[in-house]
């Protein structure tokens, strides 16, 4: 356990918000050849996140919910390029539902210089 501590880096906050503004937002969507390292990416994150959820004896229904919803459309293949925007799609939706609720619940913060002692402020984003 304490080898785990000792490699633990904090969840990068903005990096996440970043990219799920790229995908849900930006009116330019991301390149077909970038969509496999960004659902490589919010996979990822995802996951890390889904842990810290479900880590938590008092996580609702609802979270777990959304842990499982985001895992599963993670699986889904997006190699072919067939349907693979929408899937990376489908999975940022997920994780910023699950983001938010991490961030809600488990006092994430942003974790760059600048603001580093604020609670990150997605309000701006659409659901």
Same mark, same amino acid.
């Given at each position: 356990?304490?080898?785990?501590?000792? =490699?633990?880096? $904090?969840?990068?906050?903005?990096?996440?918000?970043? =990219?799920?503004?790229?995908?849900?937002?930006? $009116?330019?969507? $991301?390149?077909?050849?970038?969509?496999?390292?960004?659902?490589?990416? %919010?996979?990822?994150?995802?996951?890390?996140?889904?842990?810290?959820?479900?880590?938590?004896?008092?996580?609702?229904?609802?979270?777990?919910?959304?842990?499982?919803?985001?895992?599963?459309?993670?699986? #889904? $293949?997006?190699?072919?390029?067939?349907?693979?925007?929408? =899937?990376?799609?489908?999975?940022? =939706?997920?994780?910023?539902?699950?983001? #938010?609720?991490?961030?809600?619940?488990?006092? %994430?913060?942003?974790?760059?210089?600048?603001?580093?002692?604020?609670?990150?402020?997605?309000?701006?984003?659409?659901?």
């Amino acid at each position: 356990m304490i080898a785990g501590l000792k =490699t633990w880096t $904090p969840v990068p906050v903005v990096e996440i918000v970043a =990219t799920l503004d790229r995908v849900l937002e930006s $009116p330019v969507p $991301p390149l077909d050849r970038e969509l496999v390292y960004i659902h490589w990416q %919010l996979r990822s994150w995802h996951a890390r996140l889904g842990n810290i959820a479900s880590a938590d004896a008092r996580c609702p229904g609802s979270v777990l919910r959304l842990v499982e919803s985001g895992r599963e459309i993670g699986l #889904d $293949p997006i190699g072919d390029g067939t349907g693979a925007l929408g =899937t990376v799609r489908r999975l940022a =939706t997920a994780l910023s539902a699950l983001l #938010d609720e991490v961030v809600h619940r488990h006092g %994430l913060r942003v974790d760059d210089g600048e603001e580093e002692h604020n609670p990150v402020n997605r309000a701006r984003r659409s659901p």
